[in-house]
């Protein structure tokens, strides 16, 4: 009777180390305080796969997902504004970039456009 309760409480201590330990690596940096509004977007939405500076995340590749690297200066520069929008508001099925969620449900025309201003900079920032 007491090797299943023991059995069992160690799959669930070793269940929960595991999801601890995952949640751990996955955390994305906290935006410092007074950061402006894109920042915070741009940390909360895109640095989970982009990274915080934008030079890529390992984390993507735990989901098969290769995204684009927003830190080359010469990518970001031959995208227009309007490209950029539209990949972050309709995400990438449309343009055959499947990886990228769209969030134009969730951020209003505004804060994409900050986005948009926020990545641009990330490219320069080097």
């Known amino acids: 009777m007491r090797r299943p309760f023991v059995a069992l409480a160690v799959v669930l201590v070793a269940i929960g ?3 601890g330990g995952l949640a751990w690596l996955l955390d994305t940096p906290r935006p410092p305080a007074g950061a402006p509004k894109a920042e915070r ?5 895109c640095a989970t796969c982009h990274g915080p500076d934008g030079t890529g995340s ?26 950029l929008f539209d990949l972050i508001k309709h995400g990438g099925a449309p343009i ?23 990545v641009r900079g990330l490219s320069h920032a080097r």
């Open 17 to 19: 180390a595991f999801t």
């Open 41 to 45: 977007l741009y940390l909360g939405l």
């Open 58 to 83: 390992w984390r993507a590749a735990l989901f098969l997902v290769r995204p684009g690297k927003l830190s080359v200066a010469a990518t970001i520069d031959a995208r227009s504004d309007q490209y």
């Open 96 to 118: 055959g970039r499947p990886g990228m969620p769209a969030f134009g449900s969730s951020l209003t025309d505004d804060d994409i456009r900050e986005m948009v201003r926020y």
